[in-house]
Structure formats: structure tokens, C-alpha cells
């Protein structure tokens, strides 16, 4: 089956900063890849996501990195706010008619001011 | 359109017991994912469930059990409950239409402890 690994495990940075966090995955077969962000004691949230057939994407100051070759991708916020500080996830998705999100262990941000 | 709903929760259960939690997904999303969350373990693929037939199951005993209505809520049944079923229960929904996006949308989850 799939397996997303996700580094760092924990991210400070200084408000204004930008953040980086990377995950790969193993199953070449995997063509979907969401990223939540998840603030304490709230539900995941999407905030951005990318398809195998895309190589960037970017909503403002939050952008996603897709290598297929390499099987990694990342998350990227630049000009970093307070309010971005929760735990992040990356995702991937395999095709297919059973549909299954592999989550890596997640990536605590926290910005300081 | 209203997001996914959970209920209840909150629970609190004592070993040997057996618990049921709903969820109730977005209107017209036929797709219902169910993942255990835990501090240790992180985010756990359960199940899910599409018009009914539970089409892809993680790797979790059979104590945990689930199905999904006609109108495309569903439940999750855990029996047995041991001390490491503690955890935030979440269910996502997506659309599954054909040409639409896989995006799972999760609720607000069940935060399930077991004394």
C-alpha cells in the first residue's frame, strides 16, 4: 500500500518567513495530493491540493511542489502569519475505485511574532 | 451547502463497552471516509463507504465496524472498546462524480475516551 512520509515533524519560523515542508510518497500509482491544515481541537481543513498532472499550483501566499519522478512533494507559505501556526498533513490518493487518503505524521508550524 | 456533520461529540465509554457514531456528509456527496485519530498513530485510514457497499477498509480489528444508509450517512461501531480506542473519530465525505474531484471534506469528528 501507500506510504507518505512528511519531514519536519516540527517547524518555527518568524512571522514573515517562509515555510517549507516536504513529503514523499511511494506508490507511483498515487495521482492526488492534499494538504490540511489542522488548528487545535478543530477538523482538518483543505487548503490546497494538486493532481499528477500538474507540477505547481498556488492560492496566494500558500503553493504546492509535485515531482512525480521523484515522488515527493511539498507545501510552501511564504510571508508567514500567527494565524498560520497549526499542524499541517500532506495526503496522496490513489486512482482506482476504492479511494483511500494515506496521511503522513504531520508537520507542527508554529510562527513566531 | 452545510458541511459534514458528526454526532455526538463527545463520549466517554468504559472498557467492554460498544459505541456508535454518525456521520452525516455533505448533500449529494455519495462517498463516506472514516479515520481514527490519534496522537501516537496520527491520521488512520478505517474505511469507507459508497452508495451502501464498503468498497476499502484500513488495517484495524474487526471490532470496528460500519455502513452506510441509503441517504449516504453512515455509522461507525466499535465493540469491545480497550483503553487504545481513545481518539478523534473523523469522517470525511467527497462527491466521487464522475470528473470531479476526489477532495475529502472531514467533519468535526467524535472525541471518543475510553476509561
Known amino acids: 500500500g501507500e506510504n507518505v512520509e512528511q519531514h519536519p515533524s516540527t517547524l518555527s519560523v518568524q512571522e514573515g518567513d517562509s515555510a517549507v515542508i516536504k513529503c514523499t510518497y511511494s506508490d507511483s500509482a498515487s495521482n492526488y495530493f492534499p494538504w490540511y491544515k489542522q488548528e487545535l481541537g478543530k477538523r482538518p481543513q483543505l487548503i490546497i491540493d494538486?493532481?499528477?498532472?500538474?507540477g505547481e499550483k498556488k492560492d496566494q501566499r500558500i503553493a504546492v511542489t509535485l515531482n512525480k519522478t521523484a515522488k515527493h512533494f511539498s507545501l510552501h507559505i511564504t510571508e508567514t502569519q500567527p494565524e498560520d501556526s497549526a499542524v499541517y498533513f500532506c495526503?496522496?490518493?490513489?486512482?482506482?475505485?476504492?479511494?483511500?487518503?494515506?496521511f503522513g505524521s504531520g508537520t507542527q508550524l508554529t510562527v513566531l511574532p | 451547502k452545510a458541511g459534514v456533520t458528526q454526532t455526538p461529540r463527545y463520549l466517554i465509554k468504559t472498557r467492554g463497552q460498544q459505541v456508535t457514531l454518525s456521520c452525516s456528509p455533505i448533500?449529494?456527496?455519495?462517498?463516506v471516509s472514516w479515520y481514527q485519530q490519534t496522537p501516537g498513530q496520527g491520521l488512520q485510514f478505517l474505511f469507507e463507504y459508497f452508495s451502501e457497499t464498503q468498497r476499502n477498509k484500513g488495517n484495524f480489528p474487526g471490532r470496528f465496524s460500519g455502513r452506510q444508509f441509503s441517504n449516504s450517512r453512515s455509522e461507525m461501531n466499535v465493540s469491545t472498546l480497550e483503553l487504545g480506542d481513545s481518539a478523534l473519530y473523523l469522517c470525511?465525505?467527497?462527491?466521487?462524480?464522475?470528473?470531479?474531484?476526489?477532495?475529502?471534506?472531514f467533519g468535526p469528528g467524535t472525541r471518543l475516551t475510553v476509561l
Open positions: 494538486i493532481r499528477s498532472n500538474v
Open positions: 495526503a496522496a490518493i490513489t486512482s482506482g475505485s476504492a479511494r483511500q487518503l494515506t
Open positions: 448533500s449529494g456527496h455519495r462517498s
Open positions: 470525511a465525505s467527497s462527491s466521487q462524480r464522475r470528473g470531479g474531484t476526489d477532495t475529502q471534506y
